[in-house]
């Protein structure tokens, strides 16, 4: 992908390590243990920013997760293609209202 700004509110793909190599369990198989635990987690972009920028995405259960972005409107590995941003526009609409609802904001 060029380096195009990603507006907010689009559905993406980011990645961050959650455990580096000294900090996995023991008794792990040598090279898994020398490995970085990596997440990759989908959700809402909070800000506009360019792929590689780190930054804040709001998942579908609304968690806050800060990582790299690497992919914007992400396809799932089982098959059903890419997400239709009008549709993923359309959830996180409903997911803020709801939150407004909830919180009284």
């Not at 198989?29 to 987690?41: F, G, I, L, Q, W």
């Not at 780190?54 to 799932?76: D, F, S």
């Not at 890419?82 to 909830?102: R, Y």
Request: charged share 20%.
């Amino acid at each position: 992908m060029t380096s195009l700004e990603v507006p907010p509110k689009t559905f993406v793909r980011i990645m961050f390590t959650l455990l580096e190599p000294d900090q996995r369990a023991p008794g792990l198989v040598s090279d898994t243990a020398a490995t970085p635990y990596v997440v990759r987690c989908n959700g809402y972009l909070l800000e506009k920013a360019l792929i590689g920028d780190l930054v804040v995405i709001r998942t579908v259960a609304g968690r806050q997760i800060t990582g790299k972005l690497t992919e914007v409107q992400p396809v799932t590995g089982h098959g059903f293609g890419q997400p239709d941003p009008a549709l993923a526009a359309a959830i996180s609409e409903i997911t803020l209202l709801k939150e407004e609802l909830v919180h009284g904001e």
